[in-house]
Every structure is written in structure tokens, then in C-alpha cells.
């Protein structure tokens, strides 16, 4: 057991960790861990939930039924102690107040009514059940008086197995009376302006109020402190690649471009080459969104860009999310652009050391024009001769830290960003401060849409009869894999996609040549099966969901989706995205055997509509904005207590203020500014450890 020395007491400081805390000890630190609570910090921005409110409770007989409520009532008689058959015990109380009365049920904690004197008052929270002749509450809460008074709001802290919210509440407490003054980032003229509590007190109000206003006046003060922080941070990075381009680019005509592929280009993608180009003859960096829903031909759009780059004498960078689709790209790209002369090389991780030499060569020196790989493009050893204008495939999964890099990269290169997913305004203002949006809204001509079916697993079998009929008229088929329940590591990922293809798959399909992709392979191995599906040498692919985002091959006709309710309704639009690419009539079947309503709703709704910004609302609306904007998916740091989709007006309330802090202080030196520079740090690093 650590002794704790009155030098080291007066040492706590919010960086220490939370083990060393009153009545916290090694494991229940690890359990702290599990939130992601490891100092006094992180402990004190652990906010809480919600607060029960004892602080006007009323009587018996107008407490409402089945929902959570606190009651005043004196306790008249105690029972003994029973025991249920089972072995289960029971401890029942009277009570009432007068008007009603309530009996009170204790199921498996003989010593609740110990603490209860008779004829006494006291506080019980919990839900009124029974009739109105016959009201009980089981396994209430009891708060006193004296209790009461001292915390007429108590915390509910977000919990986690073995660190039940009254655990955590106590280790606040200590971590509140341990530390001493917290320093306060906001500048006093903002205090007043927006009439905000102080830090110290902000903290304490919001773990200890004493009344609600408090907690709301503390609850307006940290997600104003934390928006301005984070507006604060992603404004310095963005700055860091602003200004002036060192790639000014000329003008350039795309015809000879248009007039070599085999169809012509639809209105909007001409349209959105002409935004992009405009940009590029620019002074400013470009920074510019293109928006499509899947199959909508972004990959041309890119191709005008590069070909733009490339023809003004300038090196283009473009990554994907993945290896295997940066290889599909490196094909199309090389297809559309090589026979105009623009020389397209491919990075990837798998490549042996020679023709890795050779490539990172050729970007040195300039004679490649594009290179396209995964993030690593723009990661160290990689040298380009005159980097111009990158391009990012799937936004979601570039962070703002990365665009920093990149700009770090060359003087100022231009960024074209390319999603399937529509983002918010006010979340596209916040990730990219200036940015601007070309949208592709108009799909190239034939498509015909995806049929949608939803079913459950009763049906497998007469589906895969469905998928051979499919391969007999010789289409393609996928089939992304269920996912596993626990600790996906890429282990079991691996074990359950191949189970599935050796116990399900194949029994049903027998003769068919059925490959698999899964997380595990190495990238030569992924991209060997992924070439032999698209040579039409596999029938069916079993796959995880790493064929998640823009793989193409037309000839597939069937995607089926097991385990549908696991996934977010973009991610599935996605995944339904990778067929329909071809002439012929594509489905996509969901299955799942989940009966909630709601997951049924959401799985209809995906059948009845195949309008990417439908389904990317319908998300927003029912998943809540955690899982559409985690940072994983835009980059940004975890917030603990703003939520981006409804603190709107303090979203612009700190986006006005940090634009006229750094106005003042560009790089934030000044040294009154220097505990909000610590606050911004703060915050990324939390970001950092959260990405991947
Ligand atoms: P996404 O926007 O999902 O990235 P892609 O760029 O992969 O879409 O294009 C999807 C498919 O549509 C590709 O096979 C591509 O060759 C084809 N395509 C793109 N533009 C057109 C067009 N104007 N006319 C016909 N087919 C097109
Ligand atoms: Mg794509």
C-alpha cells in the first residue's frame, strides 16, 4: 500500500495519477482505466450524466408511476426480515406521509433498513409501482435530511462494471479536496462577457452543485471552455498550411481528358472539375470538399485535378483509406490518366524493398505525377520533387492532425477531400473553417437502383439458392461476414470469416469458387484476392467489412450483408454501393434476426431509399451524433461535455471568439494566453491517444 508523505499530498496535481487518490487503490484504478480515467484530470472531466434531484421531492401521493421520482416519507413500521424461497431475502418498510402510504421492498441487502429510524423522514428515490391503494418502491435510494442539504443534486456518473457511480462520486470528492487552484485558461474579459463561472468553480458546480441553475451556469461554462479550445486548436493547425500556395497552377483544357473515356462525363462532374480547377489557378491553397453519394464518379473528378496538376507541371498525392483501394485506384487512375502521359505510381506497404527504392526515387525527382497509396504518402521517408495538390479518398478517416502534416509536407499544396457522406454545415465550418463544397448530385446515366431486401436467417437457405441462380447467369457475389460480439481482434475476425465461408458458404454453394478477404491477410494477399474476384475467377467473396468503401467491379450483381443491425445505415449504404456499378439488375439483402423495433425500422427504412443524404440524416437522428462524429471518423478530439449537433450556438459563440483571439495572438504566445495554449495542447494529445 502506498504511504502517502504530507510532501507528496501537497504534490497532487492534476497530472497525478488517480491511484494515488483517497480511497482509490491499484485495482480499482484499472477499473478507472477502463473509462479512460487515469489522472486527477481526466477523473475531474469525467461530468456527469445527470443529477437526481432531491432538492424538491415531493409526496406520495403525487409521485407519478413507473418512472424514476423522490419522495419524502416517514418510515412507521420495519418488518423483519423474510427469506424467499430461492434464498433470496426480503426487507420490507412502511411508510407514507400522511396523504398515502408506500411500502418500501429491499430484495437481497438485509442491512438496508438498519440505518432507518421509525418516525423519522427521509428521502427514497426510485420508481412508484403497485395501484393507487397499494404503492411500493423497490430497492430505493434513502437520503436524510442532513444529506439532502448537503447535496440536493447527487451526480450520476457514466459507470462501468466494478466502478459503480457513488465509487466514482467519492473519488471526485477526493480529487475536488486534493488538488488545489485550477488554473483558469479563459481570458476574465470572456467571464464577463458571456457571464460564465470561473474553472474552479465551474468544476466543482457541475461534480457538487447546490442548486440546477448552478449546474447549468457550469455545465454553459465547460462546453463553451471546451469549443473554444478545440476551435482554438484546429484554427492554429489549419493556419500552419495558409496563405499563399507555392503551387500556383495555369489553365488547363480538360477536353482531350473528357474525349478519351469511353462515355461522357455527366453535368455535374464537369461541373465540379470546373470549381476545382478555378481553385488551382488560385493564390490561396484549395480546400475544398467534393461531395457524392457512392458510384456517383469521383474518381474522374479526381482525374481532372491530377490531370490539371500534372499538365501545370505539378505532382499530385492520393490516399485512401485502404491498401486495396488504393491499388483499384492506381488501376482506374492509370487507365483514365496514363494514356494521356501522366505517370502514375503506386506506394504501398507490401512493396519489397528494390521497387520501393525505385518508386520513392521517381517521387523524388519528379518524374512520377501522381502517387497514390494509403496515408503513408505523406509520412516520413517519402520525398516529393514538387508536391502540388493532394487528394484524400473517404474523409471521415483523415484527421485534422493529418492535414497538418501534409502541409508541413510542401509550400502549401491544394486539398481536395473526397466523401460519400455528407457532412453538416456547422461540422464542415469547425473541421475546415473556410472550406468549400462541389457536390456531385447526379449519377452517371443507366444506373439502375439497388433493390433492398431485408430478411432474417429462416430465409438463408432459399437466398443462397437466389445467389447461385445469380452465379449460373454468371454474376458475382458478396457476402460481408457477421461480425463477432467480443474483443474484435483481428484474430477471431479472421476465425469468423472463415468459418462462415467453410460452415455456411460453401455447404450452400457447392462447386462455386469462393474467396476471402478478411483484416488479418497481408495487403498482397488481400489485393491477390481482390484481383482474382474482379478477373471474374471467384464467384463469391467472404468478406469483413474491408471492402467497406469504394471497391468496384462492375459484374457483381448480390451484396448480402449478415448481421445488418451492427452497422450504421451509412456504413450499409455504403456497402450496398459496391454493386449496381454494371448494366445488370443489383440487390443488396440485409439479414438480421435482432427484433427491436427500432432496428427494423432503421433496416426498412434503408430498403425504402436510396438517397445518400436521407440515409446519412436518418442516422444523425437516430444513432446520435457519437458514432457519426466520433474522432475516428473526422479527426477531431473526443469532446467530454459539448456535443457538436446541439451546442450550435456555442459552437459560433467560440468559433467568433477564437477567430479574434488568434487575430490578436496568430500562434497563441502572448502570455496571457499561455493556460489556453495548455488547454488546446491538452485536448489533442487526449485526441492523439484516442485515434487509433
Ligand atoms: P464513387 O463516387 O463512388 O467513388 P467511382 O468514381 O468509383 O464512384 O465511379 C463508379 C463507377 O462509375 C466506375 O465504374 C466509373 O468508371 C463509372 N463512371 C464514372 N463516371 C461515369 C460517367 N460519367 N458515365 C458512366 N460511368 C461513369
Ligand atoms: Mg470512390
New binding site residues.
Partial sequence: MHEFSRKEAQAMQLDTPVQYLKNVGPRTAERFARLGIRTVADLLAHYPRRYIDYSNAGGVAAAPFDTETVVRAFVYAKEPMRRLPGGRTLQRVQAGDGDAALSLAWFNNPYAADKLEVGQEYWFQGRVTGTLTRREMANPLVRTQAQVTKAPLEPVYPQTEGLPSWRISQAVTAALEAVGQLEEPLPPALLTKYRLPGRAEAVRAIHRPRSAEEAAGARRRLIFEELLTLQLGVNLMKSRGAGQTGARMGRVDLEPLWRSLPFAPTGAQRRAAGEIAADLRGPAPMNRLLQGD?GSG??LVAAAAVYIAARSGWQSALMAPTEI?AAQ?ARSLQAMLGPLGVQVALLTGGMKAAPRRQTLKAIAEGQADLVVGTHAVIGAGVEFARLGLAIV??QHRFGVRQRGLLAAKADSPHLLV?S?TPIPRTLGLLIYGDLDISILDELPPGRKPVKTYYTTSIKRRDMYGFLNKQIEAGHQVYVVCPLIEQGENSGEEMQAAADYRDKVAAPLLPGRRIGLLHGRMKPKEKAAVMDAFKAGELDVLVSTTVIE??V?VPNATVMVIENAERYGLSALHQLRGRVGRGAAESCCILISDHDSESVRERLRFLCSTSDGFAIAKYDLEHRGPGDFFGSRQHGLPVLQIADLMTDTRALYAAQEEAGAILRADPQLQREENQPLARAVEHLFERAEGTMN
Avoid: I, P, Q, R
Wanted: charged content about 35%; glycine content about 8%.
Fill in positions: 457512392v469521383k474518381t483501394l485506384h479518398d473517404e473526397m460519400a468503401v469504394g468496384d
